[in-house]
T-cell receptor, first 115, second 115 residues
Framework: AQSVTQLDSQVPVFEEAPVELRCNYS??????LFWYVQYPNQGLQLLLK??????LVKGINGFEAEFNKSQTSFHLRKPSVHISDTAEYFC?????????????FGRGTSLIVHP | GAGVSQSPSNKVTEKGKDVELRCDPI?????LYWYRQRLGQGLEFLIY????????KSGLPSDRFSAERTGESVSTLTIQRTQQEDSAVYLC?????????????FGQGTRLTVV
């Protein structure tokens, strides 16, 4: 079985500052990795995903994430945040388990961008 | 419709009553998931449907919870004899069957409050 750990429940940051949201996973098999964002009063939507190939993946709204197999991490970064990036961010891992691929989600990190 | 649709969006029920939550997935998506999101917590997997295969019910917290899906369309999640700890947002998601590579598309959720 796989698991996902998001180390920070809340990350406050000032506008235009860089940010990193941390995600670590555990799995005994190869995984696919995802970051989702949930804006206030909206459903979850995909930010980016890693399937294979280049370990640096770029997503929407200027976000990127780097897959590090040796550290089993998939941290999300943005060089300069905006007020509109205030949202809940979820890391997820998908791996085979008994023939099924059921995404496992972390607890979420609340990004709070201050003016 | 263009996205995953869930109804009702909000439900307040008395302790001990049964409730039924509905999910209309995106047309063509063979995989359907139900998750529960308690306040301040991550997404807790409940049940997974894949086409006509037997559902993966490993996440259902008790026998008061059950779910059905008609073919590759509508799904209903039923909670019998609701308890206060059942209060949460219930999220439905669907995806293509792509062995875990496809993103999950989420509905807006049903906010269930048991009083």
């Amino acid at each position: 079985a796989q698991s996902v750990t998001q180390l920070d429940s809340q990350v406050p940051v000032f506008e235009e500052a860089p940010v990193e949201l941390r995600c670590n996973y555990s799995s005994s098999v190869s995984v696919y990795l995802f970051w989702y964002v949930q804006y206030p009063n909206q459903g979850l939507q995909l930010l980016l995903k890693y399937l294979s190939g280049s370990t640096l993946v770029k997503g929407i709204n200027g976000f990127e994430a780097e897959f590090n197999k040796s550290q089993t991490s998939f941290h999300l970064r943005k060089p300069s945040v905006h007020i509109s990036d205030t949202a809940e961010y979820f890391c997820a891992v998908s791996a085979p388990s008994g023939g099924s691929y059921i995404p496992t989600f972390g607890r979420g990190t609340s990004l709070i961008v201050h003016p | 419709g263009a996205g995953v649709s869930q109804s009702p969006s909000n439900k307040v029920t008395e302790k001990g009553k049964d409730v039924e939550l509905r999910c209309d997935p995106i047309s063509g998506h063979t995989a359907l998931y139900w998750y529960r999101q308690r306040l301040g917590q991550g997404l807790e997997f409940l049940i997974y449907f894949q086409g006509n295969s037997a559902p993966d019910k490993s996440g259902l917290p008790s026998d008061r919870f059950s779910a059905e899906r008609t073919g590759e369309s509508v799904s209903t999640l039923t909670i019998q004899r609701t308890q206060q700890e059942d209060s949460a947002v219930y999220l439905c998601a669907s995806s293509f069957r792509d062995r875990g590579r496809s993103e999950a598309f989420f509905g807006q959720g049903t906010r269930l409050t048991v009083v």
